[in-house]
């Protein structure tokens, strides 16, 4: 399998989804980007079994394929080159990764694509439209009551609860009361 893309293009996109990955996860497969080659998309997740995030980018590509990439290595890797095309060549066999630019060779070991958890779909899909400035003020305006206890994960986050005229956000941090705003849609 083999596809180019731009480094800066891709270094781009891979540093705006690589907060989601942890450096000691739980499945030690979630260090790492899967890739999915679809001829001319590269579909990119990053997961750490709570949160998932994608990402699809343009490549030029004619083949169809899937590997999980090591994330910090990789990033590493294009941070260091000059924005330029990289032709990256997968061996299906031994799951090696090939990265090819005017600066040199590059090699990296990645994984079989099919150990990377599924992205769990959506079965309820229900959207709402809120401007950007009340969810963040909504957001701001709760986000102090949380946790940042991590043995607690469920108290390090805000609630929110969205129905068709209005959305609730509620936080706690399980000692100090519970904080909520209500937000008319």
């Known amino acids: 399998m083999k596809f180019i893309v731009n480094s800066s293009y891709l270094l781009k996109q891979l540093s705006q989804i690589n907060g989601v990955i942890t450096t000691n996860p739980v ?5 790492n980007f899967l890739f999915e080659i ?3 998309t590269l579909t990119v997740t990053a997961s750490d079994l709570q949160t998932s995030m994608i990402t699809e980018i ?3 590509s004619k083949e169809k394929g899937n590997i999980a990439v090591p994330a910090r290595i990789l990033l590493d890797t294009l941070k260091n080159l000059p924005d330029q095309p990289v032709t990256f ?3 299906d066999s031994t799951y090696s990764i090939e990265l090819s630019s005017d600066n040199g060779r590059y090699k990296l070991a990645g994984e079989n694509a099919t150990d990377f958890p599924k ?3 959506v079965s309820n899909d229900f959207s709402a439209m809120v401007s950007s400035d009340v969810l963040a003020r909504a957001v701001n305006n709760t986000i102090f009551a949380t946790s940042s206890d991590e043995l ?4 390090t986050g805000v609630y929110v609860n969205l129905s068709e005229k209005n959305a609730t956000f509620v936080a706690t941090d399980g000692c100090t009361g519970l904080f909520g705003i209500f937000v008319p849609m």
């Open 27 to 31: 499945v030690p497969i979630l260090e």
């Open 38 to 40: 679809d001829k001319n």
């Open 58 to 60: 343009t490549i030029e």
């Open 89 to 91: 060549s997968i061996d």
């Open 119 to 121: 992205v769990p779909s």
């Open 152 to 155: 607690r994960p469920a108290m």
